[in-house]
């Protein structure tokens, strides 16, 4: 995790920002079918309540199957419709709840590096954890959506409105200007710090309260005016991830 979030600083010192999209990046479907197999990760756009039920919908293969798995054991699944379109009723948890999404075509699954995280049984953040780039909110967010951590640098995330030329962030004394993505999605580097940090994101100031402790298991801790989150990805290197209240200090 260190070396992937390290690995990005080349890339927003060059472009002034690592911008995330929701959706995925085009491949070439047939130079890598000519290779193998090719089957694309779920991308999670939304997550909305109905009823009792949580309603996770976003893109995939078209008509492929599309499975969340919980490290419990439990699992949830429908297919994409023929334009790769899906909507999968997820029971509201009793508390929080990680699960990771998987394409399945024929025989071969495609697991995504992401993770869905559903706080407080849905009355918290819900958001789409990403190893080595930016968390993205897929609920109600304050102007920083969330800072990033692998105990090295920090990466701080969030979605502006509409018309949004430029996003000022102000930390450890220096301002950065970045401007958003086509979604209004935006990210970048800040220096390390060892402990609680204010951050200010377009006028408006945000504390950071430092690293969530070394776990091997998910940790969720409400401090700071925000979430804190420990969590492990795919390769086993641990991230830290702190999630502000749209309310704000």
């Not at 390290?6 to 995330?20: E, K, Q, R």
């Not at 047939?30 to 756009?45: K, L, M």
């Not at 909305?48 to 199957?65: K, T, Y």
């Not at 994409?80 to 699954?109: K, N, S």
Request: with cysteine.
């Amino acid at each position: 995790m260190k070396r992937a979030i390290l690995s990005m600083v080349a890339a927003v010192l060059a472009g002034g920002a690592a911008a995330c999209s929701p959706a995925p990046p085009a491949q070439d479907k047939a130079g890598a079918e000519a290779a193998g197999d090719w089957t694309r990760p779920p991308v999670i756009e939304r997550v909305e309540r109905a009823g009792s039920a949580l309603v996770v919908s976003g893109v995939a293969e078209p008509q492929a199957r599309v499975v969340l798995r919980s490290d419990e054991g439990a699992a949830f699944a429908a297919s994409a419709d023929p334009q790769g379109r899906f909507e999968i009723r997820v029971a509201a948890p009793a508390e929080h709840l990680l699960l990771r999404p998987e394409t399945q075509v024929g025989q071969d699954t495609a697991p995504s590096p992401d993770r869905l995280l559903i706080l407080a049984a849905g009355q918290g953040p819900i958001v789409v954890l990403r190893p080595g780039g930016p968390t993205r909110r897929l609920d109600a967010a304050p102007a920083l959506g969330a800072i990033d951590s692998d105990g090295r640098m920090r990466l701080a995330s969030g979605r502006a409105g509409p018309g949004t030329a430029r996003i000022e962030v102000l930390s450890g004394g220096e301002t950065v200007q970045v401007a958003p993505d086509a979604q209004g999605r935006w990210s970048v580097m800040l220096a390390p710090h060892g402990g609680p940090d204010q951050v200010r994101v377009t006028g408006r100031d945000f504390i950071w309260p430092g690293e969530a402790a070394p776990s091997r298991e998910l940790t969720v801790e409400q401090t700071g005016s925000g979430w804190r989150i420990g969590w492990t990805g795919p390769g086993g290197a641990r991230q830290s991830t702190w999630l502000p209240d749209p309310a704000g200090p």
